[in-house]
């Protein structure tokens, strides 16, 4: 069964256990927070990889479209947990930047590099369908809109202000419909393509994403239970560790699927697993977990301060004018890379 996996794939599964294992005996071991926090951040982002490749090798079977939107969904596990625990912890500003950051790191940082790299690989230009960018555009409008009205309701104080979760949590609903619902049309729209023949046994992709699911669980606790004495010895703001942090280590399926497809010359599938991962964080994954955050004393509400949800507008106008038109040239990817940098380090000071 392992025969059908790549050398240099063995060697990262090997490298993820070991790094998995590390994790574990530095938290039984009672070591310092701070090498906790650096080891499972770590180790966050090699799981995510392991995430992806058994979610590729699952979707080998059903063509792109689905493909890219498996691996956006359960590529998004590991950060989910953080989140979760996060919220359970009390940590709101490490959730909620967490969240935050995820999106601007998949629609700016991820989709740039992808951009400069498929248009290397297209001679100077990348090509791809502009449905999903244009939906996805769609998709983040609506989302920032509500966050765009409780910010306002909650900077002027009126009497809206005083139901912030009440209004998120209808919020999340509608998000979620609509979601949903284009789901189904993007699935439904032809868009799927020929599968692809699979390489990896499908016991084998379903084996290594539950051992990944259940080890990212234990990691993320971790992770959470190691943040506040790690970011008072490194000086780091909650803030930016969310925002840059948890968000680069948890959407490392992103940088390296998205990458790795952009080079390989594949433009749509590189497109579809990025934007589609942009779109779900948006409609799906922070809707979700302001539904989830009800369970808990800590809520979840989509009000966050008023320089990012100015940054988010900035953010979909950017991506709906360079990907809108199914075409985009380096330098338009490496404005985005930039946007992103500005932001990090806007943050960085807060």
């Known amino acids: 069964m ?16 070991m790094g998995t294992v590390a994790t574990a005996a530095l938290q039984f071991a009672h070591a310092p927070d701070v090498a906790i926090f650096v080891v499972a951040a770590f180790g966050l982002a090699g799981l995510a990889w392991v995430v992806s490749f058994a979610t590729e090798a699952v979707g080998e079977r059903f063509g792109p479209a689905l493909t890219g939107v498996l691996q956006s969904t359960l590529g ?13 912890a009390g940590e709101l ?28 690989a297209g001679n100077g230009l990348m090509r791809f369908h502009s449905r999903l960018p244009k939906d996805t555009a769609t998709l983040l409008f609506l989302a920032i809109f509500i ?22 949590a209808f919020g999340a609903v509608i998000l979620l419909g609509v979601y949903a619902l284009w789901l189904t049309s993007y699935l439904r729209g032809g868009a799927s393509g020929p599968a692809a023949r699979p390489r990896v046994p499908l016991v084998l992709s379903i084996g290594l994403l539950a051992a990944s699911g259940i080890a ?7 992770f959470v239970g190691s943040l506040d004495q790690a970011i008072e010895t490194l000086g780091i703001s909650k803030q930016f560790t969310g925002l840059v942090i948890v968000a680069i280590a948890g959407n490392a399926v992103e940088n390296v699927v998205g990458i790795t497809l952009a080079h390989k010359g594949q433009s749509d599938l590189s497109i579809s697993v990025v934007e589609n991962s942009v779109a779900q964080i948006a409609v799906f994954l922070f809707p979700a977990i302001v539904l989830i955050s009800l369970l808990f004393e800590t809520h979840m509400t989509f ?9 988010l507008l900035l953010m979909a106008i950017s991506v709906w004018q360079i990907t809108g038109d199914g075409k985009a040239a380096p330098f338009e990817g490496f404005a ?15």
């Open 303 to 311: 009000v966050v301060p008023g320089v990012y949800v100015g940054a």
């Open 147 to 168: 966050i765009a009205l409780l910010g306002l309701s909650n900077n002027v104080g009126d009497r809206a202000s005083e139901h912030q979760v009440e209004i998120s």
């Open 76 to 88: 998004n596990l590991p950060e989910l947990f953080v989140v979760l625990f996060a919220l359970s």
């Open 336 to 350: 985005l890379i930039g946007l992103y940098a500005i932001l990090a380090v806007l943050t960085f000071y807060e």
């Open 93 to 120: 500003v490490v959730a909620q930047y967490s969240v935050l950051g995820s999106i601007f790191a998949n629609a700016l940082l991820v989709l740039g590099l992808v951009i400069v790299v498929g248009a290397r």
């Open 2 to 17: 392992l025969a059908s996996i790549t050398v240099r794939e063995r060697w990262l599964l090997a490298i993820v256990a």
């Open 216 to 222: 990212a669980v234990f990691v993320a606790d971790w």
